[in-house]
């Protein structure tokens, strides 16, 4: 390449930050950059702003197809607050005001024509993760050396979502490789935490989950192949979906190792809501994206309760707990967690609580790392070495010193693939004889990580391996009494690592979320479990934005 890495960067930024001064009013200087930045945009945006992006997406939508609030209004509130959390956590890579607008002033007049709105999403405002090709716009997929790259027509789930009604209004952050559990690359830098500035909004999804975090959004599209919907969801106290594969629709993504059919990677909302969540998958599903992409299995999404009822009204559920994965221990705040939310499930009706045994799940860490990079990370270091930038330290740490990989023959390709499917299948016998319809576990070893510390991928790729649906709940904050666990003799190195990192004082307001896991294609029984859940445990406990 003739330009240097760094003068392309710098380019993406002043054009980030030329489109981000197009907003109108304009937004001050920020000038200090405090630790917790959540409080900043009520002392800025108007009330009306503040009232607009803190709202549920389900009541937005409600409003917006009864007139009662207008998509140019929506949408400038939240082109001004999105433009604010970039000034704040650097989590985008485009502002759209133009097309938004342009977008919103059409969706207007549409309403006021035909009396009715144009779709289910009609005037909501919905974030994109940068690798997710929009027509006409550069799509860099993290690698400085794909800056210029150009989408030449929309993903396919960007066409569902506009048919619905939805405005596309911004891009946010992804890290180098998009295989990081936190959001930093050469071409934007590090996308920082909300709630605590020196802690990740994790990944790969982390603009997302930062700019939601802060309200600048309240439904946004991540990815996940190793628990890039999750982390972000947990580091940011949002709600996260990773859908079983092959639900919701793929093609028109940018990434390295397209087209490899060993662990599969999926598509998936992060939201302020549980709601949101749901009205994200039921709007997709609904519009029978199968048709367009024959990969995606054709069965509606599921509205008819899961669960079955109990006279008294209440549900029968089994519940699994994990609080440990045998591998590495999660900190206190997370073991809090976990023992708060089974005590308050205690001597409710129809609820039983077991304790979840993992069943090799150092095995399974040792498999999917097997199977990540077949070609030993060669297409990731092509594009790397393409532009000449430096390799970001949790990229070595997946790919360079990560013993599982390794350039693997076809046949050793298939080797692992059989190794997979018989975790699988062995995994499956265990659910089945366990009668669990849940598992409730940890989302990571801890809360939001520091800066390049989000090392221990198990408690997410876990589920990618077995291609189980991960729903995150937010349900507290790190307080000052979680203290370390006194005494604990560690179990390997990676567990040690992560013993040694803890102090509460370093997490402190982080919040802390948790993981809900069912079997395969039980995404819809695995939505109402977390509704009954949060209904009878009271989650979230503390007010987040």
């Known amino acids: 390449m003739s330009a240097s890495w760094e003068s392309i960067?710098?380019?993406?930024?002043?054009?980030?930050?030329?489109?981000?001064?197009?907003?109108?009013?304009?937004?001050?200087?920020?000038?200090?950059l405090p630790l917790d930045s959540t409080p900043v945009p009520k002392t800025i945006l108007t009330a009306e702003e503040i009232t607009i992006t803190q709202s549920d997406p389900t009541d937005l939508v409600a409003q917006l197809a009864s007139?009662?609030?207008?998509?140019?209004?929506?949408?400038?509130?939240?082109?001004?607050?999105?433009?604010?959390?970039?000034?704040?956590?650097?989590?985008?890579?485009?502002?759209?005001?133009?097309?938004?607008?342009?977008?919103?002033?059409?969706?207007?007049?549409?309403?006021?024509?035909?009396?009715?709105?144009?779709?289910?999403?009609?005037?909501?405002?919905?974030?994109?993760?940068?690798?997710?090709?929009?027509?006409?716009?550069?799509?860099?997929?993290?690698f400085i050396a794909w800056h210029d790259r150009v989408a030449d027509a929309n993903a396919h789930i960007l066409d569902v979502l506009l048919?619905?009604?939805?405005?596309?209004?911004?891009?946010?952050?992804?890290?180098?490789?998009?295989?990081?559990?936190?959001?930093?690359?050469n071409l934007y830098g590090v996308t920082v935490n909300p709630f605590n500035r020196n802690l990740s909004a994790g990944g790969s999804s982390g603009g997302e989950g930062a700019l939601i975090g802060?309200?600048?959004?309240?439904?946004?599209i991540g990815t996940d192949i190793g628990g890039s919907i999750r982390s972000p969801a947990a580091n940011n106290g949002l709600y996260g979906l990773r859908p079983t594969s092959?639900?919701?629709?793929?093609?028109g993504l940018s990434a390295t190792m397209l087209g490899q059919e060993q662990i599969v990677a999926v598509i998936g909302p992060l939201s302020t809501s549980l709601s949101g969540v749901k009205l994200f998958m039921k709007t997709l599903i609904d519009a029978q994206?199968?048709?367009?992409?024959?990969?995606?299995?054709?069965?509606?999404?599921?509205?008819?309760?899961?669960?079955?009822?109990?006279?008294?009204?209440?549900?029968?559920?089994?519940?699994?707990?994990?609080?440990?994965?045998?591998?590495?221990?999660p900190h206190p705040p997370i073991l809090r967690a976990l023992r708060t939310v089974v005590e308050r499930l205690k001597g409710v009706e129809g609820v039983e609580i077991v304790e979840w045994k993992p069943y090799k799940h150092d095995l399974?860490?040792?498999?999917?790392?097997?199977?990540?990079?077949?070609?030993?990370?060669?297409?990731?270091?092509?594009?790397?070495?393409?532009?000449?930038?430096?390799?970001?330290?949790?990229?070595?740490?997946?790919?360079?010193?990560?013993?599982?990989?390794?350039?693997?023959?076809?046949?050793?390709?298939?080797?692992?693939?059989?190794?997979?499917?018989?975790y699988r299948a062995q995994y499956a016998r265990v659910w089945a004889e366990s009668g669990v319809d849940v598992v409730l576990c940890p989302v990571g070893p801890g809360v939001a990580p520091a800066h390049e510390e989000g090392r221990y991928w198990g408690y997410t790729a876990q589920w990618n391996l077995l291609d189980y649906p991960g729903l995150v709940v937010p349900v507290g904050k790190v307080e000052s009494g979680d203290g370390k666990e006194k005494g604990y003799e560690v179990r390997n190195e990676r567990d040690a690592w992560n013993y040694e990192i803890y102090d509460a004082d370093k997490y402190k307001n982080a919040p802390i979320s948790l993981q809900?896991?069912?079997?395969?294609?039980?995404?819809?029984?695995?939505?109402?479990?977390?509704e009954y859940i949060l209904e009878k445990a009271g989650a979230p406990w503390v007010e987040y934005v």
């Not at 082109?79 to 207007?108: G, H, M, W, Y």
């Not at 802060?214 to 946004?220: A, E, M, T, V, Y």
């Open 9 to 32: 960067a710098q380019k993406a930024q002043d054009f980030r930050d030329a489109t981000i001064a197009l907003v109108s009013p304009a937004l001050p200087a920020i000038t200090e």
């Open 67 to 142: 007139g009662a609030l207008s998509s140019i209004q929506v949408t400038t509130a939240f082109l001004r607050r999105a433009s604010l959390a970039q000034k704040l956590v650097n989590c985008i890579t485009e502002l759209l005001p133009s097309t938004a607008l342009s977008r919103a002033a059409f969706l207007d007049d549409y309403l006021k024509t035909n009396g009715k709105p144009i779709g289910p999403l009609h005037g909501l405002p919905i974030s994109v993760k940068e690798h997710i090709g929009m027509k006409g716009l550069t799509l860099n997929a993290g």
């Open 163 to 185: 048919a619905a009604g939805a405005v596309l209004y911004v891009r946010t952050t992804q890290p180098q490789t998009l295989m990081h559990l936190e959001t930093d690359s």
């Open 214 to 220: 802060l309200r600048g959004s309240c439904l946004g």
């Open 246 to 251: 092959y639900r919701l629709p793929m093609d």
């Open 289 to 329: 994206p199968w048709i367009r992409e024959p990969s995606l299995l054709p069965f509606p999404w599921k509205t008819e309760p899961q669960l079955p009822a109990l006279p008294n009204g209440g549900k029968k559920l089994k519940i699994g707990v994990l609080y440990d994965d045998g591998v590495v221990r």
């Open 364 to 422: 399974a860490w040792t498999i999917i790392s097997s199977l990540y990079f077949c070609d030993g990370g060669a297409e990731q270091s092509a594009a790397l070495a393409q532009s000449g930038e430096p390799w970001r330290a949790l990229s070595t740490f997946i790919i360079k010193e990560n013993p599982g990989v390794k350039t693997l023959s076809i046949g050793e390709v298939w080797g692992w693939t059989k190794k997979r499917d018989e």
């Open 516 to 530: 809900l896991v069912a079997n395969r294609y039980q995404d819809e029984m695995l939505v109402e479990a977390a």
